[in-house]
């Protein structure tokens, strides 16, 4: 099995202490265009060994990285959810940061629940994204990768989504009726943007679902729903970054990458799930 970072983790970085649990989350049922996210987490381990240690001026990995077994992704979709929710669970139960490697956007409702159910507390999700994720169902599932926000709305998770370019009237009137707080794509992107104040009662503990689908596809093409007027990347980077600041990252997620023959969008998925790992790092409050 591949490890997140092999290359340069040292054998005390390697322990059971380590901060951050990596989750590789094989997972393709729901996907509506392009196909290959199960590829997603195995490209994303193997690109993930041309990175430097130093990322945005800190190490990480000094904090210590663990890679876990895949999922078994096999079975009814709650049955998926329920075991990534375990997961996660247990990470966030000994002190850890759950980082789940996607595999579609449907795994999201799993591994938040995880870490919803061990905290007990509120939770705010930082969304980049093409898409608002906000069906009720999509194609008859109401675990598409769709429908994943929805999903979440309903269990009483606030939203922050930044990148949405491609939504339908339903998601329109999902985002009024959950008071989603969003900053869509033209907006940013033709403005510049890349920090955004979130609201002053949106929760301290803060879970990151980053699809790649938010990045440009001139810049992410490697993904099955791409949608052009998307973020840059250090754009969808520094709108995160600010969003943890003074917040408490209690886990994360990067999502929607399908590797085609170009190792360079692996390689991007990999450097933005150790960035994220950088502002879980260097943004928090102390715990």
Known sequence: ???????????????????????????????SYGSGTAKGPGAILEASNELERLCN????????????????????????MERLSERTETAVRAGK??????????????????????LGQPIGLIQIDAHADLRVAYQGEKHSHASVMHLLAKEGI???????????????????????????AEELVTGNIHTIDLPQDFPELVYVSFDVDGLDPS????????VPGGLNYYQALHLVEHAVKGRRCVGLDVVELAPDENAAWDFTAAQIVYRLMAACVMHETPS
């Open 1 to 31: 099995m591949s490890i997140f970072l092999d290359s340069e983790l040292s054998a005390s970085e390697r322990t059971e202490d380590a901060r951050f649990r990596v989750i590789p989350v094989p997972l393709e049922r729901t996907v």
């Open 219 to 226: 810049q992410m093409p490697a993904t099955g729903t791409p």
């Open 97 to 118: 940061v759950p980082v789940t490697l996607g595999g579609e956007h449907s795994l999201s409702y799993g591994a938040v629940m995880g870490v919803s159910r061990a």
């Open 57 to 80: 001026g800190v190490e990480p990995c000094a904090s210590g990285i663990v890679t876990e077994p895949a999922l078994n992704c096999k079975g009814p979709l709650p049955e998926v």
């Open 158 to 184: 606030k939203l922050a989504q930044f990148g949405v370019r491609a939504l339908c009237s339903e998601e329109v009137e999902s985002r009024k009726r959950n008071h989603v707080f969003y900053v869509d």
